[in-house]
């Protein structure tokens, strides 16, 4: 008899070891490896739950600026660090707050639950700092937009995003320097 069971279990284990397998995959999937945010697809799922449960949401994009000048004066190795960092400030700025992921390349994006009760100016100050890499400080520099998403006809992360967009080249339009919230 318990080998009878013993037979009939293993395929189960081999079911429970697969699955775990796929979960760690897909999981992973849903992470930058460079930076550990969250990808486009993972980000999404989790902002328009937020967007969804909070209606004082706002969607925010950030992009490097110079973050070509910046690979090509001290190096790729320079560039990762750098988004690496860009990733760690935006992550500490959401907290408890948001969320934050990379879409890719040097553009980042956050939805936090309530615009107001984050510190838009202390996200941009922190993403101004310099970055110290093998000994030289780097100076880093990005352009924020936000929306808030309130404010918009109808509440779609598609919509709010394409507005943080145009208030982050908004910012850009400024001298590369500040953020700008969408009205």
Known sequence: MDLQLAASAAPLLGWAVHGSILTHRLASARRDPLTGLHTRAGWTARAEHCIRRHPDAAVLLVDLDHFKALNDTHGHAAGDAALVETADRLRAWCGHNGTAGRLG?????????????????????????????????????????????????????TDALAAADAAMY???GRGRRGSRPSH
């Open 170 to 172: 908004a910012a850009k």
């Open 105 to 157: 390349g040097d553009e980042f994006v956050a939805v936090v639950r309530d615009l107001a009760a984050a510190d838009l100016d202390a996200l941009t100050a922190a993403l101004h700092r310099p970055l110290c890499h093998d000994g030289t400080l780097i100076p880093l520099a990005a352009s924020v937009g936000a929306c808030r998403v309130a404010e918009l006809p109808v509440s779609a992360l």
